[in-house]
């Protein structure tokens, strides 16, 4: 598929270096000639230097024989020009990464059809949505859902508690417990692993485990994790991604809590919010968290756009045993130090926005995808239409390359944990986890 990707920054330069794997031609367009130099250097891919609105520029990258043009510059104005150019183009699929909703709103004048855009990405969006299901499954680093829920793939790190560190993972659990669960993938400091049963379980390994919603506390228990709820949060930041994320939790009937270091922003949320208390204060000062509560809150989350503000806000909070803390993190650089300094999820705007995009690319022969911060993997469900290589056999003989596992097996109303035995029929739907460079292939096993 040729791509062009406006916008050369950690969005697109995201993008760029995990659609390389799946041998996509690619070319990028930015108007930073140091980016430009830097994506040149370390990417093999087109670049080119200019403004991704310009209709020469545009012209220059392609963009008539393009698949798809992904619009993922800093400015709206941008984004939206150049989709509007390749709809006159007629290019099939246009990706907007857009910051201000009244382009995209019911009340908008200008439908997205007028601006030729196929699906707007709205960046504080994604982290919201990210960091309000993070709040929800309080045990979780990252959690995603299949089926309306029934199945989920849950991110859990691994401390001291987990009484299964050192054991290969064919020694976890008895025969009907491993039909339960599947650990699909492992995260070990910035390595991905697609595991086998003779790999282990380390501290801090960042797990992955495909399950059915029913059987996360046995999960939860074999990882030495509870599933705590959480019901008393503190925010620190009212900007759109803090009030976002407290107007969702308020719905849930949560007590919330605010804290707002600008007073007359403080005053507008204050007014915006329903139930919850809005604080004007200094997050950062040990003493005001103090004496708003901390202690007695069961999760505390950073939305400032300070990232060194919500480290140590955080760190803070976990001196205070906070159950659960949840960091903003703008910088991709501190993203791997994280978990190592303690902090249990981080969320990025830059890298929910790509994985947004990676989402509605899957679309076609596969019917949804999960990718997560800081894995070299994604989840990606597909229906087996035809008998392909992988129907009528057990999975143990299937063969699968290294790289590609099956995760979960959904069969009508039935959902599967594969193991060994288990066989795939012609009709079901199946959930695949693989790594970059397995996923063009896998329409030629599965189909």
Partial sequence: MKIVISGAGEVGFHLAKRLLYEKHDLVLIDSDPDRCSFVQDVLDV?????????????????????????AASGSDEVNLIACMVASKLGVKRKIARVKNRDYYSDSSILSSRDLGVDLFIHPEDEVIEEIFWLLMRGAASEIF????????????????????LGKQLKEIGGEEEQKNFRIVA??????????VGEDYLNKNDQIFVCTKMESLPQVLLTT???????????????GRIGQGVAKKLEE?????TLIESDKEKSVRVAGELEKTMVVHADGTDIDVLAREGLMDMDAFVATTSDDENNIISCLLAKHFKIQ?????????TYLPLMSIIGIDSTVNVRLSTAMAILRFMRRGEIISVAAFHGLEAEAIELEIKSGGKVTGKPLR???????????????????????GDSIIKQGDRVITFAIPKAIPILGKWFN
């Avoid at 492992?186 to 595991?195: A, E, Q, S, V």
């Avoid at 849930?252 to 919330?256: I, P, Q, S």
């Avoid at 003989?397 to 193991?419: D, K, S, T």
């Fill in 252 to 256: 849930k009937k949560l007590k919330v």
């Fill in 224 to 238: 030495g994790k509870s599933d705590q709820r959480l019901d008393k949060i503190l925010i620190l930041g009212g």
């Fill in 324 to 332: 659960k803390t949840i960091a903003l993190v703008n910088k991709t």
């Fill in 397 to 419: 003989r299937l063969g699968l390359p290294e790289g590609m596992l099956v995760a979960a097996i959904i069969r009508g109303q039935e959902v599967l944990i594969p193991y």
């Fill in 145 to 164: 859902e299949f089926e309306n829920g029934k199945i989920l793939i849950v991110g859990l790190k691994l401390d001291a508690n987990c009484p299964h």
């Fill in 186 to 195: 492992i995260l070990r400091g910035d390595k991905t692993i697609i595991p």
């Fill in 46 to 70: 087109s670049v080119i230097l200019g403004n991704g609105s310009s209709q020469s520029i545009l012209k220059e990258a392609g963009l008539a024989s393009a698949d798809m043009l992904i």
